[in-house]
């Protein structure tokens, strides 16, 4: 995915100048980019990145880099069936904040790597603004549960705690810097180099 005001990288060939989007640079070393709001163009965008990359190479290491507020959590969950589903291994390096729904994806790499400054935040899906009648405010109620549930159970496998330790900290908005993610389980290690 290109972003607003990409830098491009300028090489010169026997054939003139070639430009291209850094992005494609870094395409071609298997690394991509989870950055800003979690939505369906974005995630759209970064699984036609991962299917290529894993049909290019099977089984060869795709590192994302994610600095996110989190977002949408249907297409939250489309990328993390996809980054499951995929044979090859998934590296995740938070290089700023991984938030709400980042912060789900980032716990669910198989090497999970943190800058020192970075941190995660973890908490219950939030609930946009519920109206209409009884029936309908309790039927979205119900669906809110049940991915509260969802999304709790898939921190609590990735970090190794119990879904009603991961229910405790996720009622409230619980951020986590680098070292501390490291002994909660949501990575396995803060990196100054990458």
Known sequence: MTYPDTPRIIRETSNGYYFYDIQDEMLMHREIECLGEITAASVNAIISQ??????????????????????????????????????????????????????LLFASGDVREMLPHARVMIHDPLTPGLA??????????????????????????????????????TCMDTWFEAEEAVS????????DTL
Do not use: W
């Not at 990359?53 to 949408?72: C, D, H, K, M, V």
């Not at 939250?76 to 700023?96: E, F, K, N």
């Not at 669906?143 to 405790?168: F, M, N």
């Not at 909660?184 to 990196?191: E, K, M, P, T």
């Open 50 to 103: 991962v299917r290529y990359l894993a049909r290019e190479a099977p089984g060869e290491q795709i590192t994302i880099f994610i600095n996110s507020p989190g977002g949408e959590v249907s297409s939250g969950l489309a990328l993390y069936d996809v980054l499951r589903a995929v044979h090859c291994p998934i590296r995740t390096v938070c290089v700023g904040d991984a938030a709400s729904m980042a912060a």
């Open 132 to 169: 209409g009648s009884a029936l309908k405010i309790k039927d979205a109620a119900d669906r809110i549960l049940k991915v509260r549930e969802l999304t709790a159970s898939i921190l609590a496998k990735h970090s190794g705690h119990t879904l009603e330790e991961i229910y405790e900290k």
């Open 184 to 191: 909660f389980g949501l990575a396995d290690r803060v990196i």
